[in-house]
């Protein structure tokens, strides 16, 4: 063992090389230089009665542990046409994954679990998915083909996926520039799932089959903000028709991310858009590290199809091992196996993305394809060492190791050993090409882990249980006509009303134009006061109130009529409000018994002026510089709100 190797300093030196900055800091240049590109496929849930291609309903769903049945399955590969196996169901088979299936008979049919044919697709879903392809700016297909989808993770007890293209080649509007969109896709949701420990996998099906549209773009955002901008466009488009589902796990979007050199990477299921930037701008770095990776090894290795690691099993009771994770892997009866890696010394320390090193690399697919769950390894390079010194120099001596070998040593149950040491080996070979394709699982902390290896573009083939459904043009025309408003003119509708920009971001994501619309016009009631009383207060109160079952956003325009009807001042929406929120059926009047409020002529509030100027004067030494108009205005300001406005307020109080 070289003593003079610091794995810390290693990882440090190398987060350098790499070039990483945090997100907040960089700029435009710095992404340019690394050639960051980005483009989505953002999934939206439809609103309707039944799924897309059964009776079952949607938007039914079943508690995690709720279920009538279970069905159990095992994903086989099978050869395609051409004769080739596909790599994702290559690596689905090597986990020998045993799927169970949880279903409830009110959300599932023989359908799903391809018993029975499928019926015609749902029309309802068919004609909102081409009113969202409209606003879009998609060229609407002449006929729908259904198509099957390989799903080979289980997540659909097929295997496979019926989806349909319905519109191509559109594009949206975003601040400084268009992005454009490839297509828009009507599909069937996949299974919820519960757990994923070990060799078994558990999902539930209430989800299973749900109506869903993907919106796919270009690879055309060259910064984090923009991926996020254009995310949040699409799924404000969507929303804006009040005609998809809303609500945790009703839109999802997997994000496409490369830099200059490396390849498409998928990251999966990004539950929410604010995570975007933070996962763009790491996986674009972790990608640039890998690529120094390589360099740096075909560097040292000249010939690296002659490379090859060796492996040994170790004894339990040979070497100290004083890790907790070791231990346990012992009194669970597993085998612990060393591996050397010539030439990798600096590799398995090497930065990929914050607070994560290559070895996690090969950890996250030792837990995904040989189903040994975490910690399930250590190495010679960890900066928190979970082996003593004296044991890494008896395990390099066991290799006769060079002095730039590194080793990982690494502990699971007999059967998955094999697959384990395939796993390691083929992510080290990867190592010498760059980046890997494969999908990756996103966290809220911006990091992400080996999911799967990414599909073949050949995954899709024709469904022949469907029949082609042609759309005539004079059917497009009449959707065309019941389209809403779109977000960009929206948008510079709330900018000429110079409602503040912070706003924007709420009032698109819960669908609410349309309310302020109708209250500005409705109720001649100042933009900019209704804009921030939704986009700043009302979205204060859902982040600290819980919401009563009966509450609406209509509510809020009755409670604007209430107010002017009766002649009471805006401003008192703010303290009614929260009790609306919480306790939608009470009535207006019983609102402001709760909070206290007394109805006060302008006499009556204007008649404590005097005594408050007298009081201002005996304590005007204090502070020489209070305002005395302002200070009264202070002391009436709980007694005026509701009653009368700050204008005419303070009108009074300069008259007396």
């Not at 938007?59 to 542990?65: I, M, S």
């Not at 604010?274 to 390589?294: D, G």
């Not at 200070?631 to 007396?656: F, H, R």
């Amino acid at each position: 063992m070289n003593n003079q190797f610091d794995p810390k300093q290693n990882y440090e030196e190398s987060k350098q090389k790499v070039g990483y900055v945090p997100r907040k800091l960089a700029t435009q240049a710095t992404y340019d230089s690394i050639g960051f590109m980005s483009g989505l496929e953002v999934h939206q849930q439809l609103l309707t009665d039944e799924k897309l291609f059964c009776h079952c309903p949607a938007g039914v769903f079943q508690k995690p542990n709720e279920y009538d049945a279970e069905v159990i399955r095992h994903m086989r590969p099978t050869l395609s046409e051409l004769g080739e196996y596909d790599g994702t169901a290559l690596m689905e088979f090597r986990t020998r994954k045993e799927i169970v299936y949880r279903l409830k008979n009110e959300t599932t049919c023989t359908y799903e679990v391809d018993d029975t044919p499928p019926f015609p697709i749902n029309r309802q879903a068919l004609e909102r998915a081409i009113e969202i392809s409209l606003l879009s700016k998609l060229s609407i297909v002449g006929e729908v083909h259904i198509t099957r989808k390989q799903y080979l993770d289980g997540s659909i007890p097929t295997g496979f996926q019926r989806t349909a293209i319905i519109g191509v080649e559109g594009e949206i509007p975003l601040k400084n520039k268009k992005v454009r969109l490839i297509q828009l896709s009507i599909e069937e949701d996949s299974c919820r799932e519960v757990s994923d420990i070990g060799h078994t996998r558990i999902y539930r099906t209430d989800r299973l089959g749900m109506p869903l549209i993907e919106t796919v773009t270009y690879p055309d955002m060259v910064n984090p903000d923009e991926v996020m901008e254009a995310c949040n466009y699409i799924r404000f488009l969507n929303r804006s028709t009040n005609k998809v589902r809303t609500g945790i796990g009703a839109g999802r979007q997997d994000v496409n991310v490369s830099c200059k050199g490396g390849t498409r990477i998928e990251i999966k299921g990004v539950a929410h858009t604010k995570w975007i930037p933070e996962l763009t701008h790491n996986e674009c770095f972790r990608q640039w590290a890998l690529l120094q990776i390589r360099d740096l090894l075909v560097k040292r290795i000249k010939n690296t199809k002659e490379w090859n690691l060796t492996a040994k099993e170790l004894d339990f009771y040979a070497l100290k091992f004083p890790c907790d994770a070791i231990k346990a892997a012992k009194n669970a009866k597993m085998k612990i196996y060393a591996v050397n890696l010539p030439d990798f010394k600096g590799i398995l320390s090497y930065f990929t993305q914050p607070g994560k090193m290559f070895a996690n690399e090969i950890s996250e697919r030792l837990k995904v394809i040989a189903c040994i769950e975490q910690p399930n390894m250590t190495h010679s390079e960890e900066i928190y060492a979970l082996i003593s010194g004296d044991d890494q120099d008896c395990i390099r001596r066991l290799f006769k190791a060079g002095e730039n070998d590194a080793q990982i040593i690494f502990w699971g149950h007999e059967a998955d050993i094999k697959t384990a040491l395939e796993t390691i080996e083929e992510r080290c070979r990867m190592a010498f090409t760059g980046v890997p394709q494969e999908t990756r699982k996103s966290f809220a902390n911006g990091t992400t882990i080996f999911e799967r290896v990414l599909p073949g573009a050949d995954r899709m083939y024709p469904d022949t249980d469907s029949k082609p459904i042609p759309l005539e043009e004079s059917y497009i025309v009449e959707l065309r006509k019941k389209l809403p408003t779109e977000v960009i003119d929206r948008y510079n509708q709330l900018c000429e009303w110079r409602i503040p920009e912070d706003t924007y971001t709420f009032i698109f994501k819960k669908n609410l134009y349309l309310l302020i619309e109708k209250i500005i016009k409705d109720l001649k009631i100042n933009p900019v006061f209704v804009g921030t009383f939704f986009g700043h207060y009302i979205k204060y109160i859902e982040g600290h109130y819980k919401k009563g079952r009966e509450f609406s956003y209509e509510k809020i325009y009755d409670l604007f009529v209430y107010l002017i009807k009766n002649k009471f001042d805006l401003r008192l929406a703010k303290k009614m409000i929260p009790v609306i929120f919480q306790h939608p059926k009470m009535d207006m009047e019983s609102v402001l018994t709760s909070i206290n409020f007394k109805h006060l002529k302008k006499e009556e509030i204007a008649k404590h002026i005097p005594f408050l100027k007298e009081k201002f004067s005996k304590i005007q030494f204090i502070e020489s510089k209070m305002n005395e108009t302002n200070w009264i205005m202070g002391q009436l300001q709980q007694m005026a709100i509701g009653n009368i406005n700050m204008k005419d307020l303070k009108a009074i109080v300069d008259k007396n």
